[in-house]
T-cell receptor, first 113, second 113 residues
């Protein structure tokens, strides 16, 4: 059964450094998403991407964040200059056209020190 | 922004008991999704609901789309220890559609063997 995959599973970085989180969505899916979950809290929407452009973003997704689909399979989230409060689980999700069912990857735990 | 409130926030139950939880919104939703999240993992889609009044089952899980379209319910029958986790309701944002999904506050389930 196809799955969303994410790498790395855990990333530790120093404050001010850039990080890139990588995702491989399910192959026939066309809508891609990034979410954040601070420990013990709810899942928060960051950004969605469709047809090679950002379709929606939240207030959290400021100029420090960017997304890219560099090739036909990867979908990345970049944080330019990490802050302590960026420490969280980051989840990638994808869905097919004409479907509401969104499927999540296993997440990347980002720790900013 | 939109909020989905889940109740109860957490619950301890005995193995074999039935569990009920709900999710409410101040706005009408056209689709409800229920996810389960285990520690350190991504949310896993359990059930999707598309019509007011719809009742859908997945094994021991049954979910209902409330007739007001502002709520949804999840029941777990004869709970077992592996039902432990956080259950989230979610749905496409009523104003943004499938470009943005809103997640509920979660119900944390703990099963006592």
């Amino acid at each position: 059964e196809p799955e969303v995959t994410q790498t790395p599973s855990h990333q530790v970085t120093q404050m001010g450094q850039e990080v890139i989180l990588r995702c491989v969505p399910i192959s026939n899916h066309l809508y891609f998403y990034w979410y954040r979950q601070i420990l013990g809290q709810k899942v928060e929407f960051l950004v969605s991407f469709y047809n090679n452009e950002i379709s929606e973003k939240s207030e959290i997704f400021d100029d420090q964040f960017s997304v890219e689909r560099p090739d036909g399979s990867n979908f990345t989230l970049k944080i330019r200059s990490t802050k302590l409060e960026d420490s969280a689980m980051y989840f990638c999700a994808s869905k097919r056209e004409h479907s509401y069912e969104q499927y999540f990857g296993p997440g990347t735990r980002l720790t900013v020190t | 922004g939109q909020q989905l409130n889940q109740s109860p926030q957490s619950m301890f139950i005995q193995e074999g008991e039935d569990v009920s939880m709900n999710c409410t919104s101040s706005s009408i939703f056209n689709t409800w999704l229920w996810y389960k999240q285990e520690p350190g993992e991504g949310p896993v889609l359990l059930i999707a609901l598309y019509k007011a009044g719809e009742l859908t089952s997945n094994g021991r899980l049954t979910a209902q789309f409330g007739i007001t379209r502002k709520d949804s319910f999840l029941n777990i029958s004869a709970s077992i220890p592996s039902d432990v986790g956080i259950y989230f309701c979610a749905g496409p944002d009523p104003t943004s559609g499938t470009y943005k999904y809103i997640f509920g506050t979660g119900t944390r389930l703990k099963v006592l063997a």
